[in-house]
């Protein structure tokens, strides 16, 4: 090997073996928030706050593990090292598709916390008023608002590799999914508010739904439009 090919190897292998170390570290955190909280509720019984800050936990420690396990197998040791293919155009190429699989992983774990939040904001409009409560109903509008941040490029993940992932398709399928979400998301708080006006404890119910949808429709659309245009080449 040149000294090109053999920086492009040291290259590869530096970059999986953070995937994997780092994947494997998240996988271990999310494992002992999910085994905690899941354990303290099932085998302590709590309840109201106790039982709330369980729930964060397991549902928290989920997430985790599925982003750690996905992390250590992209990053797994024995993996062969195709030199031709590490260059600038197959770098570009692979960046893209972990921009595509997170706009699709996101949108599902969002879908999970969803159902605490449901749950959650059910308590908190019964009058019970906890910390745990809140951050439940919040965690799925912080992913709603995650995953636009991923589709503008705002990141500091895009913006590392601003050179190699900003072009004239991203922008266009960039437009093309914001605007979907733009027309969800006014649809959306239409609805929330004739829901308000009926009932008041609906309208505000519906409003995370809304805000997550929102962010999940311009995730889906632009990994959508990535896979379509792949197939195009």
Known sequence: MNNDE?????????????YWWGGIAIVVVGAAALVNGAGFAVLVG????QATTAD?????????LIVGGL???????G??????????????DKLQRVRA????????????????????????LGGDHNFGAYIQILTPVLYGWLIPVLVMGWDWH???NRRLLEDELTQVMRARSIILAFVVLMSGVTV???????????GVMALPYVLALGGASAGLRFAWLDREAGRDG
């Open 101 to 124: 699989r997170q706009l699709i992983i996101y949108p599902v774990m969002m879908l999970m916390f969803i159902v605490q939040a449901h749950s959650a904001m059910l308590r908190v």
């Open 192 to 202: 929330a508010l004739g829901l308000g006006m009926w009932r008041a404890d609906y």
């Open 158 to 160: 895009a913006q590392k």
């Open 79 to 92: 993996q062969p090292i195709n030199v031709a293919a590490s260059g600038e155009g197959s770098r570009r």
């Open 46 to 49: 709590a309840d109201g706050d």
């Open 56 to 64: 964060v936990a397991a549902g928290v420690g989920l997430g985790l």
């Open 6 to 18: 053999n920086a492009a190897v040291l290259r590869v292998k530096t970059e999986r073996r953070k």
């Open 71 to 77: 992390m250590a197998w992209c990053g797994r040791p």
